[in-house]
């Protein structure tokens, strides 16, 4: 089968049901505007945050192959990542946080390969290249940082959803994708902030994705490092924002110590953060997120464990004290009297595995109506099923040919004739079948003969319960890609006129070759055409400020002008100082 991107060393790693969310960077459909605005982001960023944010930010920069003149390309990017251990992909806008975490626990940087308009050219409530590669990338060439986000992704991709947080991501993917596209009306848009509200409100107790997406918002996103008095940038929300990287540091932010009770923090994406954590170091962020997943099913098991699982309604695994795994739809637990789980239940196709490898056999197209079994002891036997030696097993009738009797100590009995048993390496027993059985809980027939062979997982206790299937291999496609698409921006025939300017611009710059007097006939159809456009103009500005001339002072001129303008005042006033400082002084 045929992929949308290369393979390489750290690609090639991934599981299949992540390919689909991959696919090929649109490289040809950014407009000379698109490679300005990035421009001009990332010579602002280099200059303000080589102040401001972790020292491993500039360093990275130089070590991740990002240019500052345009944007990147994802082969370009991967042929130095790989020499870090990692990798990019294009994705669009955002993807299922299970999904998303899954690729970073395979060290790959998921990259939306939209850019940002000039109107959202400080802040976008979508995610963009600048975001991804300008944000994310450059940290993770910091080791101790880099190990922190790829145990994030592997912790984070056992977290299990609620089945109200599936509705809120696939809110939230829609209203950034109308707040992005500058075609949307504001009636769309106030619609789409309205469901995101009215979910969010109604959330209800966070699930451990809503969680540890709050715990990754506050570090990987918006993370603040040092003293609490003079903390550092870290977070990619903030270091590919320039509106918020100033702002983020001023005292109308509240800065707080990152603890584990930032998990219980929610955040929203489409404003400006009102408080933010700060870490003493990378180390810490690693102790924080132990501290969490020791709160979590995956470690804990349990009854609420798989309560979890049933109330996510979606493909998630259980295993048992002997290592089997149980993996598919949880749809029913019955509960013991100690309020432990005393048999569980999947509904459809369901996959048996151990140390995250399918059974052979027991893939599902053999249990593809579901799978059933009982957990604990048996009744008035101190020795568990697990624990059983071959005499033992012999002894209590659990042995190939004999029809036999369990009763379990929550009351599940099991009636049939044993066929055989499935053993790990080891010895220890994982499953028994059974032909012509019965499995009751009082009067309730959760098992009949005329159904098939019955598999019986062996195991005492629930011992973990997280989010996706047991072996990657089971479930090739269970990973679902929005069906709401990021929506390409259709460009009038003046806006196409512009980009062409733009480009016209880029040429001269990248020629070497000062064509004054073209320039002069670009700046005078942009002021005439495009009198409020901002940004080409600075290019114009800096292209001409070095020597004395007319276009110089006219330029200059118009610029001051549209300072008039609060929109473009300060944004003016950044790129007239990455120019000269003297201009600044003079405006």
Known sequence: ??????????????????????????????????????RYVMRLNVDYLSKVAHTSYVEGLEQTGISIERIPEMEGMNRILKEIGWAAVAVDGFIPPNSFMEFQAYNVLVIASDMRTLEHIEYTPAPDIIHEAAGHAPIIANPEYSEYLRRFGEIGAKAISSGKDYEIYEAIRLLSILKENPNST???????????????????????????????WWTVEYGLI???????????????????????????VKKLPYTLEAADVSFDITK??????????????????????????????????????????????????????????FTNVIEGENHNPIYIQTTGPTALASRDKELI????????????????????INLAIEDMSPRDLEVYGICEGETTTLEFEGGIVVTGEVITGVRDIKGKILLISFKNCTVTHGDTVLFDPAWGIY??????????????PASVESFEDYASVSETKTQKIEYSKEDLKLHKLYQDVRDIRENGNIDIQKLNIIFEILTKEYPSDWLLPLEIMELVNDSENELKSKVFAHLQELQNNETYNHLIKKGLRLISE??????
């Open 1 to 38: 089968m045929s992929t949308p991107f290369i393979l390489n060393e750290v690609t090639k790693k991934l599981p299949k049901h992540l390919h689909k969310f991959i696919m090929r960077q649109p490289y040809e459909d950014y407009t000379a505007q698109n490679h300005a605005v990035w």
């Open 186 to 216: 504001q009636e769309e848009i106030d619609v789409a902030q309205k469901v995101v509200e009215r979910l969010q409100d109604d959330i209800g107790e966070l699930s451990e994705m809503a969680q540890i997406r709050n715990l990754h």
């Open 226 to 252: 040092g003293s609490m008095d003079d903390p550092k940038i870290y977070g990619a929300g903030l270091l590919s924002s320039i509106g918020e990287s100033e702002w983020c540091l001023k005292e109308e």
């Open 272 to 329: 400006p953060q009102p408080q933010l954590f700060v870490t003493p170091d990378f180390a810490h962020l690693s102790k924080v997120l132990e501290e969490f997943a020791n709160t979590m099913a995956v470690r804990k098991g349990g009854l609420s464990g798989v309560k979890k699982i049933i109330d996510s309604k979606n493909l998630g695994t259980v295993e048992l004290s002997t290592g089997i795994q149980v993996s598919g739809i």
């Open 361 to 380: 056999g027991h893939g599902i197209d053999y249990h593809a109506e579901g799978f059933g079994s009982p957990v604990g002891k048996l009744k008035g």
């Open 455 to 468: 598999d019986m997982a062996v195991g005492k206790e629930v011992v973990s319960a997280f989010a996706g």
């Open 582 to 587: 003297d201009l600044v002084l003079v405006s």
